[in-house]
């Protein structure tokens, strides 16, 4: 197995036991799973530190998710492609969410140099954002395609939030779309 192969087979092995336990996931666990020596874990990775920064960005990674949405079929209607890449997106948010949660929640404090490489929007949500705007290219809209999908991320997003105020319930993608695409006045409604 090359190096790379080996790396990322750790990380897709520790990405399910961190969402589990968090930073107190043992390297023990991780080379369990992994299906190695607890050592091999050592020779990729200097430190748990290390391994717990690679997650994190593991979990930021969306090449998947960009690669689903790209394969969408154009010749869908708009509806379609959108519920498709809401979808997707929405497994994306909870796989980074799960992970930053179980981390803090077990009270993981990364260090300032790798605290300044997680701020700002990841750059696999700007990559997603851009091929969701893609999907918007043959649309009569009222504003630019970017925009559009901007606007299509902040529907996910806050679709996903719990808890806290933020009620208990979320919609499934298809009735997101239609919320966005067709507002969430019934026809026929009062003016405003």
């Known amino acids: 197995m090359s190096p790379e192969d080996r790396r990322e087979a750790i990380l897709q092995a520790t990405l ?3 969402v589990k336990a968090g930073a107190n996931v043992t390297t023990s666990q991780i080379a369990a799973a992994a299906g190695i020596a607890e050592g ?11 391994l717990l920064n690679a997650v ?4 930021l990674l969306a090449d998947d998710e960009v690669a689903r949405i790209e394969a969408v079929p154009t010749d869908l ?3 379609q492609r959108l519920v498709e890449a809401t979808g997707t ?4 948010l909870d796989r980074m969410w799960s992970v930053m ?15 300044e490489k997680h701020k700002g929007p990841p750059e696999g949500m700007l990559r997603v954002s851009n091929a ?5 290219a043959d649309a009569d809209l009222r504003t630019s395609p970017e925009h559009a999908a901007r606007l299509l991320l902040g529907f996910v997003f806050t679709n996903r ?3 806290k105020g933020f009620g208990e319930t979320t919609v499934e993608p298809a009735q997101l779309v239609e919320l966005f695409l067709h507002g969430a006045l019934k026809s026929g409604g009062a003016d405003v």
Do not use: M, N, W
Not at 132 to 136: N, P, Q, T, V, Y
């Open 16 to 18: 399910p036991l961190v």
């Open 40 to 50: 091999t874990v050592f020779r990729v990775f200097k430190d748990k530190a290390e």
């Open 56 to 59: 994190i960005q593991r979990a």
């Open 77 to 79: 209607p708009i509806e």
């Open 89 to 92: 997106v929405t497994g994306y």
């Open 101 to 115: 949660g179980a981390l803090r929640e077990s009270g993981y404090q990364p260090s300032q140099e790798d605290h």
């Open 132 to 136: 969701i705007a893609e999907l918007f």
């Open 161 to 163: 939030l719990q808890g």
